[in-house]
């Protein structure tokens, strides 16, 4: 497959545990941001999405905390399985642009 | 498989040279989104289309252009190149004209710039 990022920061989870990716976005007037999964050789997929006017929100088997104080958005993937090993990125919208952190990848071990 | 589809899936050309990447959106789409994702910059928005029409604009340059079609398929089309165009590029479509919608993205498309 395709390589997104060589030099990525990695998160090295056992399957079953859970998860927590961690993203810090710049922009203070961001006031809608979304998580997306990106496995190799594939386009990003949707994962969740918050506004700004809520601290957390929660999926299927996903929950994403938004502290605005700090800037700080996670994603935490609870009972992590092999097919969560991807690269995760958060990304920011304000106006009419969206801006993508460098992304995550996440590595799942037996 | 997201519904979205894009061609070619590998193209490689020489500085100086024009390109055309086309996307066909998932039926009942009516945005069509453009994005470049590369090793040093990573994933960038470029631009949006609605309808036809253009949206919103992130960061294209000026060598780039893309149009949307009445049939609903866009084309990206990168002019001029350069080494550091080199990336993959992706097209996403979404039901709606907000950015705000989800987005589902095609395979994408790698362009190699020698």
């Known amino acids: 497959g395709e390589s997104v990022g060589l030099h990525l920061p990695t998160l090295s989870v056992q399957e079953g545990d859970n998860s927590i990716i961690n993203c810090a976005y710049s922009n203070s007037a961001s006031d809608y941001f979304i998580w997306y999964k990106q496995e190799s050789g594939k386009g990003p997929q949707f994962i969740i999405d918050i506004r700004s006017n809520m601290d957390k929100r929660q999926g299927q088997r996903v929950t994403v905390l938004l502290n605005k104080t700090v800037k700080h958005l996670s994603l935490q993937i609870a009972a992590t399985q092999p097919g969560d090993s991807a690269v995760y990125f958060c990304a920011e919208n304000y106006g009419q642009n969206f801006v993508f952190g460098p992304g995550t990848r996440l590595s799942v071990l037996p | 498989d997201s519904g979205v589809t894009q061609t070619p899936k590998h193209l490689i050309t020489a500085t100086g040279q024009r390109v055309t990447l086309r996307c066909s959106p998932r039926s009942g789409d009516l945005s069509v989104y453009w994005y470049q994702q590369s090793l040093d910059q990573g994933l960038q928005f470029l631009i949006q289309?609605?309808?036809?029409?253009?949206?919103a604009k992130g960061n294209i340059l000026e060598r780039f252009s893309a149009q949307q079609f009445p049939d609903l398929h866009s084309e990206l089309n990168l002019s001029s190149l350069e080494l550091g165009d080199s990336a993959l590029y992706f097209c996403a479509s979404s039901v709606g004209w907000t950015i705000r919608e989800t987005q589902y993205f095609g395979p994408g498309t790698r362009l190699l710039v020698l």
């Open positions: 289309y609605y309808n036809g029409e253009e949206r």
